[in-house]
């Protein structure tokens, strides 16, 4: 029975159109895609309240994790332990080989986001990023700003048609986890 454990890990494939909080007036919520008990959870007193770790916007799928290890959440997102969050990226618009070059160049060092929504002018850590294709890629950063890779690709005159976490820190999805599915681990 889940009341009677005290630390909850669990993996999910999110799939798009789902937000990552427990209420929304607009969109469908991650918690949904859970069993009632561990839905029950999101209501437990602090400290043991379920949460997710590794928010992903509406528009964006893969790993996301589900604890009540608030410990656990801050190592994996604060940003001074540079945990790795590794997303195959697809793009709006071709990148040839010369501007995939002039891309890994920017990518490698801070750069510049232009300000959206909620989120200023910010400056990046470097990241790195590995074509696969001239639509598709995969980007790693250990920073978890506002819309950051979305921005990144804005700044270098191109639009994320298609984002995807395949990767945090040590966890990785697993192939066979399909969207909308969950795995304790």
Sequence with gaps: MVQNRKKIYIMMNKPVGYVCSAVSDSH????????KEYQALMQAKRGERLHTVGRLDCDSSGLIIFTNDGDFSHKLTDPAF???????????????????????????????LPPEK???E???????????????????????????????FLAVGNEVVKLHRIKLDSYELPEDLSAGRWKEV
């Design 82 to 112: 540079q945990k790795e969050k590794v997303y195959v990226v697809t793009l709006k618009n071709p990148v040839s080989p010369e501007e995939q070059l002039k891309i890994i160049d920017i990518f490698s060092r801070p750069m510049v």
């Design 118 to 120: 909620k989120a200023p």
């Design 122 to 152: 910010q400056i990046t850590e470097a990241s790195e990023i590995e074509f696969l294709s001239e639509n598709e890629c995969r980007v790693t950063i250990r920073q978890g700003m506002f819309h950051q890779i979305r921005r990144m």
């Design 28 to 35: 469908k919520t991650v918690y949904e895609l859970l069993p």
